[in-house]
């Protein structure tokens, strides 16, 4: 009997983990965070976050076996350690081979983290141990068993029939939320932080890549590794120097900055130009998914890449226009202490942003060279007016977009 209470409770704690971290899927780093994984994504922003996560519940599920054990009058440590083991072994152990291998059991591309993993097995059998010292003082906490048995039967029948009432009456408007692509973006861009989108801006108009195509892959890889991580990692890279680095998570065999790595990235990106088709300022989904494949081919990543270059391009500057040409397009406007700078994608030869009245504000023409667009960054000062764009397609072709933000500074904030 005691053998027989060990063993199942043991195995019985292992399933209560692997339902828990099946009902969050959870899948990071080994997969890139898609657009519905929003607790994921805030599991990873920081280390302590990472480690709770993989600690608090082996900590808490080999507490309650231990204390149930030892009462059936089996072997608590052991019924503890079989809980530990099993669920490293059906997680972050099988996690670990394929990332090593570089497949998953499907056969799909996997990058290395074993690294992670290997982290995260620690922890895990870190956890273990400590419940199996801590269970004897925490046993009072634990009901016993057949209080156990009572409380689940009440806790799933509750369930049961809440379920089956918010089912019939549905959820109040208020209740439900939506997080989608802005809001990736808006976590994203926060973990980046302006000064690197900046410099990121800057490199790209210099390169001749795509800007809105730079960010998009940057907010993708923070959004995987954020600044918590990359620093970690430049740590390793002091002792195993291979690796990849920076917001772009460019591959180098010794460690970058988030600087270093985005201008290596805008250098790579610039073979592409900007992805706009010929048709006019729409987005080529074929040259995007072409060029994010080359950064990185897992499926996910090009995905995400897609989604946040759709939302930066079209959503988030539609609301400046009341209408626009399909020569130019303002992508972001840059709210700096004391100018307003309106970064611009365009495929004109000519570019002038000047009041209702026609007073010019800024000018600024194609560089000599480069791909069918270009980007350039109208910075002005504060002006009341709504300003009109000026797409100045050759000597006697002109269009013209009219803005519907006032330059003024103290409508965007410092």
């Known amino acids: 009997m005691p053998i027989i209470a060990t063993l199942l409770l043991g195995a019985a704690g292992a399933a209560l983990l692997w339902g828990f971290y099946r009902s969050l899927e959870t899948r990071w780093p080994d997969h ?7 607790f994921a994504l805030r599991v990873s922003q920081t280390w302590i ?25 089996g072997w608590a440590w052991v019924a503890i350690a079989l809980a530990t083991a099993l669920h490293a072994a059906q997680s972050n152990v099988r996690a670990f081979i394929e990332s090593v291998r570089g497949r998953d059991s499907r056969d799909n591309f996997v990058i290395n983290h074993g690294a992670y993993h290997l982290v995260a097995i620690g922890i895990t059998l870190t956890s273990g141990a400590a419940a199996i010292f801590c269970y004897r003082v925490l046993g009072f906490l634990v009901p016993k068993p057949v209080a156990l048995l009572e409380n689940l039967w009440i806790a799933g029948f509750v369930t049961v029939v809440g379920g089956l009432a918010l089912g019939l009456i549905g959820q109040p408007p208020s209740s439900r939320r939506s997080d989608g ?7 994203g861009r926060r973990d980046i932080g302006i000064d690197l989108l900046d410099a990121a801006f800057e490199t ?14 940057m907010i993708v890889e923070a959004l995987q590794r954020p600044a918590w991580v990359r620093r ?3 740590v390793k890279g002091k002792f195993l120097p291979r690796g990849s680095y920076g917001v772009t998570q460019e591959y180098a065999d010794h ?5 270093e790595a985005l201008r290596h990235t805008s250098s790579a990106l610039s073979q592409w130009g900007l992805v706009s088709s010929d048709i006019g300022m729409h987005i080529d989904h074929g040259a995007i998914w072409l060029a994010a494949s080359a950064h990185n081919p897992e499926l996910r990543f090009i995905q995400s890449v897609q989604n946040v270059y759709g939302q930066l391009f079209y959503q988030d500057a539609s609301g400046l226009y009341s209408d626009h040409d399909d020569y130019s397009r303002v992508v972001s406007v ?16 000519r570019l002038l942003l000047a009041t209702p009245g026609g007073e010019p504000l800024v000018d600024t023409s194609r560089p000599p060279g480069g791909h069918t667009y270009w980007a350039a960054e109208l910075v002005v000062r504060p002006t009341d007016s ?13 269009v013209k977009s009219q803005l519907v933000i006032a330059l003024q500074v103290e409508e965007f904030g410092s």
């Not at 890139?32 to 929003?38: F, G, H, K, V």
């Not at 080999?62 to 149930?68: E, K, Q």
């Not at 790209?204 to 892959?217: E, F, M, N, R, Y």
């Not at 709504?386 to 002109?398: E, K």
């Open 232 to 234: 970690i990692e430049r």
């Open 32 to 38: 890139y965070i898609s657009l519905n994984e929003t």
């Open 181 to 187: 692509v802005s809001y990736l973006i808006w976590r």
């Open 49 to 73: 976050r990472v480690v709770s996560f993989r600690a608090i519940p082996v900590f808490i599920v080999g507490v309650g076996v231990g204390v149930t054990t030892n009462r059936l009058g």
């Open 386 to 398: 709504t300003p009109v764009l000026y797409s100045f397609i050759d000597d006697r072709r002109m």
């Open 204 to 217: 790209a108009v210099s390169d001749g890549t795509d800007p809105v195509l730079l960010q998009s892959i």
């Open 255 to 259: 460690p970058l900055s988030d600087e």
């Open 334 to 349: 840059r709210r700096y202490p004391d100018r307003i700078g309106l970064r611009i994608v365009s495929m004109a030869e």
